[in-house]
T-cell receptor, first 113, second 113 residues
Framework: DGGITQSPKYLFRKEGQNVTLSCEQN?????MYWYRQDPGQGLRLIYY???????QKGDIAEGYSVSREKKESFPLTVTSAQKNPTAFYLC????????????FGPGTRLTVT | DAKTTQPPSMDCAEGRAANLPCNHS???????VYWYRQIHSQGPQYIIH???NNETNEMASLIITEDRKSSTLILPHATLRDTAVYYC??????????????FGQGTTLQVKP
């Protein structure tokens, strides 16, 4: 089955620790995205990547880092510099043609205490 | 950036058509209107998109006004499984055709028996 996988579904960390969220896709998509969602809110873009070894900051990149060493993988690290890391994190992918839709993974709910 | 305005919530009787409105009065000529929905604690699901013509697929119909300042998503026969938050999104073009999606707070559709 083609799709996007995110693991784990629930993640708990202590304040001050870095944590890396996994995102893998087998759709052969060039572009990948990370969004953050807070309760009752829409999604906000953290980082996106259109091609391997290249990525751009989204609207709320502070306190996050990413890498794109492989086409299929786009891991997100939530660093200790992120002031409010507890949130629902969603990964998505798409082609880079002019007219495209984004496919979303099931999300990872991160709780930092 | 083009913004969208949606009612925060709507109810619909099961088996009836659900008509979800969206205003996007600042939309540019080359910007598409996308609709996604998100069932609680899952990743958003693509529904449909359009530029200026009405569109229909197996899930829904999209009606865009002639001046493109508003649109309506129609679910022809709503079921209980259509209960979700529906997002109307205008895709913004960035440099290199990056095209990011800007999510608002969406409309919570409650389908009732």
């Amino acid at each position: 089955d083609g799709g996007i996988t995110q693991s784990p579904k629930y993640l708990f960390r202590k304040e001050g620790q870095n944590v890396t969220l996994s995102c893998e896709q087998n759709l052969n998509h060039d572009a990948m995205y990370w969004y953050r969602q807070d309760p009752g809110q829409g999604l906000r873009l953290i980082y996106y990547s259109q091609i391997v070894n290249d990525f751009q900051k989204g609207d709320i990149a502070e306190g996050y880092s990413v890498s794109r060493e492989k086409k299929e993988s786009f891991p997100l690290t939530v660093t200790s510099a992120q002031k409010n890391p507890t949130a629902f994190y969603l990964c998505a992918s798409s082609t880079t043609s002019v007219n495209y839709e984004q496919y979303f993974g099931p999300g990872t709910r991160l709780t930092v205490t | 950036d083009a913004k969208t305005t949606q009612p925060p919530s709507m109810d619909c009787a099961e088996g009836r058509a659900a008509n979800l409105p969206c205003n996007h009065s600042t939309i540019s000529g080359n910007e598409y209107v996308y609709w996604y929905r998100q069932i609680h604690s899952q990743g958003p699901q693509y529904i449909i998109h359009g530029l200026k013509n009405n569109e229909t697929n197996e899930m829904a119909s999209l009606i865009i006004t002639e001046d493109r300042k508003s649109s309506t998503l129609i679910l022809p026969h709503a079921t209980l499984r259509d209960t979700a938050v529906y997002y109307c999104i205008v895709r913004v073009y960035g440099s290199g055709n990056t095209g990011k999606l800007i999510f608002g707070q969406g409309t919570t559709l409650q389908v009732k028996p």
